[in-house]
């Protein structure tokens, strides 16, 4: 299994448990690990051999322009899609993270990680 990785995907997004954060937004990093067999694009060359980055990135933007109470709920819908729209991923990782969050505190960023894998 080989591994492909896009880093800090920035979105501005909607969500949270409290109305305000519904209302005004957000700043959030996303960032996507996927494993896959990816021998036969090191022999081809070709891009119909791999995963397609543009896709694995429009798949998070998509799904973090949907409003959801929970980062667990959007990281969930990310995992799934992807395995679900590209075949050739067998696990996925992603890590969603609200930057600087309304939790009363000096905190940089709260992150959900999760990992899902094909069954």
């Given at each position: 299994?080989?591994?492909?990785?896009?880093?800090?995907?920035?979105?501005?997004?909607?969500?949270?448990?409290?109305?305000?954060?519904?209302?005004?937004?957000?700043?959030?990093?996303?960032?996507?690990?996927?494993?896959?067999?990816?021998?036969?694009?090191?022999?081809?060359?070709?891009?119909?051999?791999?995963?397609?980055?543009?896709?694995?990135?429009?798949?998070?933007?998509?799904?973090?322009?949907?409003?959801?109470?929970?980062?667990?709920?959007?990281?969930?819908?990310?995992?799934?899609?992807?395995?679900?729209?590209?075949?050739?991923?067998?696990?996925?990782?992603?890590?969603?993270s609200k930057l600087n969050p309304p939790i009363g505190g000096d905190v940089e960023s709260v992150t959900i990680i999760l990992k899902?894998?094909?069954?």
């Amino acid at each position: 299994m080989e591994t492909i990785k896009l880093k800090n995907i920035r979105t501005f997004s909607y969500h949270g448990c409290l109305v305000e954060e519904g209302k005004i937004g957000s700043d959030y990093a996303v960032d996507l690990e996927i494993k896959a067999d990816l021998q036969q694009s090191t022999q081809t060359d070709n891009l119909k051999d791999t995963v397609d980055y543009v896709h694995l990135n429009r798949i998070v933007v998509e799904e973090m322009a949907i409003r959801s109470e929970l980062l667990e709920h959007v990281a969930k819908r990310i995992n799934t899609r992807v395995l679900v729209e590209i075949p050739i991923v067998m696990k996925t990782i992603v890590s969603v993270s609200k930057l600087n969050p309304p939790i009363g505190g000096d905190v940089e960023s709260v992150t959900i990680i999760l990992k899902e894998s094909r069954s």
